[in-house]
């Protein structure tokens, strides 16, 4: 079958579009006839090996797992001896360590049933955008109806489903965005949408009961500004420059446990984990027509993911970056 390969540390130039052989699942697995994927910052910041200490975890002089990819929907068409939830021939989406090829396996508890009315492009593009968006907003940032709540980068993977559960949930939705992107954030129901080349919310008047920070470019004493003083900071993304990002990382998670025991403002340190009650829950959602999964056209073919995951890593996406994977690969 065809996949995409990580055969050593680098960019995206060291991807390859080559055959390698079929999997078959564990006895706690689906083998998935992969009929879509995504791309998350998570499949490609770990490529470069940088920091090196990383590398005692990857592999010392080249990954130890040359598999890549998360987001998956597709078809069951095989299941492992101790499965109970699929059987051959269902529409799945969920997670998978290995989501850019032809076939691919995954854990039963990493996948929930596609609703019939969703697509496989728009439920490939909801695991790990959508679950760390609905786990931070609700678990993290107890978000409550009526509450105020700003959502910088609100027109990435994670931000453009965040303005959505927000609204779900009841809150006042401001989404902070690039010019270009001012009316798609507010047709996903922000009420207020704020251009960052124009305005900084930082300096503004208006204080927020929780802010849900998907890009990372304001320190925590100027977002402590734009709160209540009760507030909550979630600190979801981080900026886009990898020079010193692990120890941008944290300084910042160690600032916030620092000031969340000398103020009353709340700055919880959060991972998103997969869930397929939270995969069920947001695809109900979708089918209803409450939430809808944005993604960046052209969608793109397997062998296209290099390109695609290029134009993520140089932060010029929106929404998500969907791959389509059909007969034409094989």
């Not at 931000?159 to 690039?178: I, P, R």
């Not at 954030?185 to 080349?197: E, M």
């Not at 304001?218 to 692990?246: F, N, Q, W, Y």
Request: hydrophobic share 45%.
């Amino acid at each position: 079958m065809k996949a995409i390969v990580w055969p050593e540390y680098g960019g995206a130039d060291v991807l390859r579009y080559e055959d390698v052989p079929k999997p078959a699942p564990a006895s706690d697995q689906v083998l998935i006839r992969v009929r879509a994927a995504s791309i998350n910052p998570v499949d490609w910041r770990m490529m470069p090996g940088r920091p090196r200490l990383m590398r005692l975890f990857l592999g010392l002089q080249r990954p130890k797992s040359t598999s890549i990819g998360r987001d998956v929907a597709g078809t069951v068409e095989a299941v492992g001896t101790s499965i109970t939830r699929f059987q051959p021939g269902d529409e799945v989406f969920g997670i998978s360590p290995a989501a850019f090829a032809e076939w691919a396996c995954a854990r039963e508890a990493a996948l929930a049933l596609k609703p019939a009315s969703v697509d496989f492009d728009q439920a490939a593009a909801i695991p790990v955008a959508a679950y760390t968006a609905l786990q931070g907003l609700r678990d993290h940032g107890q978000l409550q109806s009526g509450q105020r709540v700003l959502i910088n980068g609100a027109a990435g993977g994670v931000g453009t489903y965040a303005v959505q559960f927000a609204k779900v949930l009841g809150a006042h939705v401001t989404g902070v965005c690039s010019t270009r992107n001012v009316e798609l954030v507010r047709s996903l129901g922000a009420d207020r949408v704020i251009d960052y080349t124009r305005d900084d919310f930082t300096r503004e008047h208006e204080r927020y009961d929780l802010i849900f920070d998907c890009a990372g470019n304001h320190s925590l004493a100027e977002c402590r500004r734009a709160m209540t003083p009760t507030g909550t900071l979630l600190m979801v993304g981080v900026p886009h420059d990898p020079k010193g990002l692990i120890v941008k990382i944290l300084g910042r998670m160690m600032e916030a446990m620092l000031r969340s025991k000398l103020t009353k403002q709340r700055f919880p340190i959060f991972m998103a984990k997969s869930s397929a009650a939270d995969l069920a829950y947001i695809g109900e959602l979708m089918a209803a027509g409450q939430v809808k999964s944005v993604i960046v056209e052209p969608r793109y073919r397997l062998r296209e993911v290099p390109e695609a995951i290029a134009l993520q890593m140089a932060g010029h996406a929106r929404g998500k970056l969907v791959v389509i994977v059909g007969p034409e690969d094989a």
